[in-house]
């Protein structure tokens, strides 16, 4: 108890004495997180509308092996992604190895199926609301497409905030491809793990805690910017 | 007016799911003069003939045949009316966006329909707030937003009360004089009797008899539509 007690106290001092470390550190979390999150979203919520509007063959096989991979285990894509981007990988001449631009590819491969999972459920429900509108229209394909994600972007805005979640929270992948490197890849969760390493608990329950601040500040900017919460408003 | 659209054609049309027949065969001809009413009992086939004639519905064997095909110039109001996610002007506009009209022109033919149909007032409203009325009202004013020649309705008054319905009958009868060719399916004798210039009597998955409605409402052919018309239950 106590020792959380002094990690809300460190917290508390990171924050008020305007750390400049812990300001890299958070900004450097929230951009990886955030750059991953978009391309993520970019693939995962036309792809989950997609599955819900087309009829193909394999199909079912699909979308369970998407709904499989929401289990990914981050350490296996960490150790994947490090592998292909490894001086003898297929990538290593790219030179990405410890750099953020290899903890977005993790993270990307890791959150695209939270939210295309997501994102297919709830377009499958509103799919079943239009589809015979949709079909009496004479609508293509792609009208069929972005019209089910404008009605329904409030329930992929939930879909995109998983994968915000699963992004931000996460250390394996991005520990192994980001090297926890200081003033270079080194981010919240990391840095976490560094500190509980090094026996410092109250510092790493201090960032723990800013980074449990810092997912609440995003998820509640997204609702308040799209008004998710406005009554009767789509 | 007559449409250049019909006749539609019906030949030895059947649809099956699961290997249950839901119609068929039907043979039929629809050149309709007039308002259309499909009338029968409960699952006699009414709502898949309506899909079968709109080509939204899966045909097993025979064809539907158009005598000039154009899909754009027909459209379907369903029973429980799919209102979108969206204003009640939101949802008017939608079937002119997908056709890419005009800015200038849908707000023109949006707000004709609202105010035709009492809606002004709650333009901006999300349409999922309106009553059930409303939104049949709003569904059926989609539908015609694209000026169609042919609108097929289905059930469009079940589960509404004397006052709707009557605000929606006398719109249906103001389209149909404005020359839009009504093909409605109903189990409402009153209702067809009120509407119809044409009368298709389904039972058991088939067109049991055809004709001019007045004539089949005074004299009908079979006994079946003869219970039917007096209240008995046609099974």
Not at chain 1, 55 to 69: E, V
Not at chain 1, 83 to 109: D, E, K, Y
Not at chain 2, 32 to 46: L, Q
Request: proline share 4%.
């Amino acid at each position: 108890m106590v020792d959380i007690w002094e990690g809300l106290s460190a917290a508390f001092w990171l924050i008020v004495q305007f750390d400049t470390e812990l300001w890299e550190i958070s900004l450097r979390s929230l951009r990886v997180t955030l750059t991953a999150l978009v391309i993520a979203s970019v693939i995962a919520i036309p792809l989950g509308t997609y599955l819900a509007v087309q009829r193909f063959r394999y199909r079912r096989f699909t979308i369970s092996l998407i709904n499989a991979l929401m289990g990914l285990p981050p350490v296996v894509v960490g150790l994947v992604v490090y592998i292909l981007l490894s001086r003898s990988g297929p990538f290593g001449v790219l030179n990405l190895l410890f750099t953020p631009t290899a903890m977005i590819i993790a993270q990307v491969i890791i959150i695209t199926p939270v939210i295309a999972s997501i994102a297919h459920q709830s377009m499958r429900e509103l799919w079943a609301e239009y589809h015979d509108l949709l079909i009496s229209l004479n609508t293509s394909k792609w009208q069929r497409i972005t019209t089910l994600v404008r009605d329904g972007r409030r329930n992929l805005l939930t879909a995109a905030l998983a994968g915000f979640g699963r992004a931000i929270g996460e250390v394996g992948a991005i520990m192994i491809v980001g090297g926890n490197i200081d003033h270079v890849t080194r981010v919240l969760t990391t840095a976490i793990a560094l500190e509980t390493g090094k026996g410092d608990f109250a510092l790493a329950l201090g960032l723990g805690f800013v980074l449990i601040g810092l997912a609440i500040v995003v998820n509640l900017a997204i609702h308040t910017l799209s008004r998710t919460e406005r009554e009767g408003q789509w | 007016m007559v449409s250049r659209l019909f006749p539609l054609t019906l030949q030895d049309v059947a649809v099956r799911r699961q290997g249950k027949r839901i119609i068929g065969p039907i043979d039929m001809v629809l050149d309709p003069s007039g308002p259309t009413m499909v009338i029968g009992p409960n699952g006699s086939g009414k709502t898949t003939l309506l899909r079968v004639m709109h080509g939204i519905e899966r045909i097993s064997a025979g064809s539907a045949t158009w005598a000039a095909p154009d899909s754009s110039k027909h459209a379907f109001v369903f029973q429980s009316p799919i209102v979108m996610r969206r204003s009640v002007v939101e949802n008017l506009a939608y079937p002119l966006r997908l056709v890419k009209t005009p800015a200038a022109q849908i707000k023109e033919t949006v707000d004709y329909w609202l105010d035709r149909i009492g809606l002004t007032p709650v333009q901006n409203s999300p349409a999922t707030r309106l009553s059930g009325g409303e939104r049949q009202k709003l569904a059926i004013a989609r539908a015609l937003v694209r000026k169609p020649d042919v609108l097929f309705l289905d059930e469009p008054c079940a589960n509404l009360d004397g006052r709707a319905t009557h605000e929606i009958e006398t719109l249906l009868q103001e389209i149909a004089e404005a020359g839009t060719h009504l093909v409605m399916a109903t189990h409402d004798m009153g209702q067809a009797r009120r509407l119809a210039h044409d009368l298709v009597f389904m039972l058991d998955g088939k067109i049991h008899e055809t004709g001019p409605a007045a004539t089949k409402f005074s004299t009908p052919e079979t006994q079946a539509l003869a219970a039917f018309l007096r209240g008995d239950i046609v099974t």
